[in-house]
């Protein structure tokens, strides 16, 4: 059988949620490529796998590529694995994916554990849509601009913070998605000080503050997704559109009628649209 590439999930605190397949794929291929060789001796040495280890993270990917994808063709398997959890969620190893993909190399995923679902699983928020935000960037001004981005998605999110950052970004959060705005708050999942609790956006500032121990470890946040409009009076806004688009655009016309209403531009412009389908 050729050589195949595996993306192997590994804990994020637990040593023990390692699943039974990843620790033979672990002892069964010939090297695992590692985020960091240290915190991975230690979850072989406790799952008794002797398998040599080899560093590829972000600084040296780009370059230990050619290398490894060498070894595959060669007939050598690896195993791909992070610190913690999926790799490529939040870590490196999409470039070393994408490389054994484009040279015909199998690529076959082991799941496991995984920080951003472990919390939605837990925290009480609706799970059914949701999007996986990742960490959000680390200057103010940039910050801003990417949780306006963000301020009216109806699904619920996921995002990591840094433990340096929680307080500054969740405050943040308050002054663009409102201090009502339901939160998950998930801290060193399956750690020996796990903290998970759901309370609004204003209360977690309060939470975070009194307690300096939730300003460390890793620490995922859930949020609810924006309310969509309710209670929207069609027959007004039908009404106003078609008045409006006796004069404008659809786009100035649903512009206006979005302001009044106080309602998302694209229902608007979506309506208006539809309205003058209906006299053509």
Not at 188 to 217: C, H, P, W, Y
Request: aromatic fraction near 4%; charge should be negative; hydrophobic fraction near 40%.
């Amino acid at each position: 059988m050729s050589a195949q590439l595996f993306v192997v999930a590994t804990p994020i605190g637990h040593l023990d949620d390692m699943t039974f397949r990843a620790i033979e794929v672990l002892k069964s291929v010939s090297i695992i490529a590692a985020e960091d060789t240290r915190q991975s001796a230690q979850l072989l040495k406790h799952h008794n796998i002797s398998t040599p280890l080899t560093a590829c993270h972000d600084h040296n990917e780009s370059n230990k590529i050619d290398i490894l994808i060498e070894k595959l063709k060669n007939g050598d398997s690896i195993a791909l694995v992070s610190d913690a959890g999926t790799p490529l969620i939040s870590d490196p190893g999409f470039k070393f994916v994408r490389a054994a993909q484009e040279h015909g190399i199998r690529v076959i995923p082991v799941p496991g554990a995984c920080a951003a679902i472990a919390a939605l699983s837990a925290v009480g928020l609706p799970s059914d849509r949701f999007s996986f935000e990742g960490f959000l960037p680390s200057k103010q001004s940039q910050r801003l601009l990417q949780l306006e981005k963000l301020k009216h998605e109806t699904q619920t999110l996921i995002i990591y913070e840094a433990p340096h950052r929680i307080l500054d970004s969740v405050k943040d959060m308050v002054s663009v998605f409102g201090a009502d705005r339901p939160v998950g708050f998930a801290r060193e999942i399956t750690k020996t000080f796990e903290t998970i609790k759901k309370m609004t956006l204003a209360e977690l500032v309060i939470f975070i503050e009194s307690d300096r121990n939730q300003q460390k470890g890793e620490i995922v946040l859930v949020v609810g997704g924006a309310t969509e409009e309710k209670d929207l009076d069609q027959e007004k806004l039908d009404k106003l559109l078609l008045r409006l688009l006796e004069d404008l655009s659809v786009k100035a016309a649903s512009q206006m009628a979005a302001d009044l209403f106080n309602i998302k531009k694209k229902v608007a412009y979506q309506r208006a649209l539809e309205l003058t389908q209906k006299d053509d």
